[in-house]
């Protein structure tokens, strides 16, 4: 099992704080450093889940932030993130972890679905919703991402009806699960073994989403 360095906390709270190039540059060998730290640790994830799973690609972003639209000028990003893709088309939804000094998480779930995603999303649960549900409350799901999270639209999708009875999960844009950790446990030895069982938790939810953007609403296939 990899484990992540303390030093990755030390070096973003001092990046947080001295947020320019003067200060990283020489900084980078450091940074570098960590990051193939942090490249390993990913890997073991990636290992673990592929047990039971398909990563077809592990993504690290990349530091330096992207200010051309943004307020904020500070050139650099104070986290490390990486996402976990599945093999597409057959295998839908995606995991991250974020790494960050007293603000670490994962999450997984459907952050950006494509337009026509979304809409046969909505489809299914406007047609039922009930095996989604039962799935948000089996107690090994819910003890460890807890409830359903992500934006949503204030009444209704257009075309949908507001009173639908299934309108709370149709006004979703995003189909997000979020578990948070402190500094303490992102540190422990037991943090990747952590990480890998949370990620298989979240298979039944997945496998449910899959089917249904693979296929029509008659349960066609789409391939």
């Not at 007293?102 to 489809?123: E, N």
């Not at 075309?159 to 446990?185: C, E, T, V, Y």
Request: zero cysteines.
């Amino acid at each position: 099992m990899n484990t992540i360095n303390p030093d990755v906390f030390a070096f973003y709270k001092a990046l947080a704080q001295n947020n320019t190039r003067e200060w990283f540059e020489p900084q980078k060998r450091r940074f570098k450093a960590l990051e193939t730290e942090v490249k390993a640790f990913n890997e073991g994830v990636k290992a673990g889940m592929e047990v039971t799973d398909e990563i077809e690609k592990v993504k690290m972003f990349r530091i330096y932030r992207d200010v051309r639209f943004s307020k904020n000028k500070t050139p650099y990003k104070t986290h490390f993130g990486i996402s976990f893709h599945r093999k597409k088309p057959q295998l839908r939804g995606g995991y991250y972890i974020h790494l960050a000094p007293g603000d670490s998480f994962l999450a997984t779930g459907f952050w950006d679905p494509s337009p026509a995603d979304l809409l046969r999303m909505r489809k299914e649960l406007e047609v039922d919703a009930q095996e989604f549900r039962d799935l948000m409350a089996v107690p090994a799901f819910t003890k460890v991402w807890g409830n359903l999270e992500g934006d949503a639209v204030k009444t209704a999708p257009k075309g949908f009806a507001k009173d639908h009875p299934n309108i709370d999960l149709i006004r979703h844009k995003q189909f997000l699960f979020i578990k948070k950790f402190n500094d303490k446990s992102v540190l422990s030895p037991d943090f990747q073994k952590e990480v890998i069982a949370a990620f298989t938790a979240v298979r039944p939810f997945f496998d449910y989403m899959s089917n249904v953007l693979t296929t029509d609403l008659n349960g066609e296939s789409l391939f």
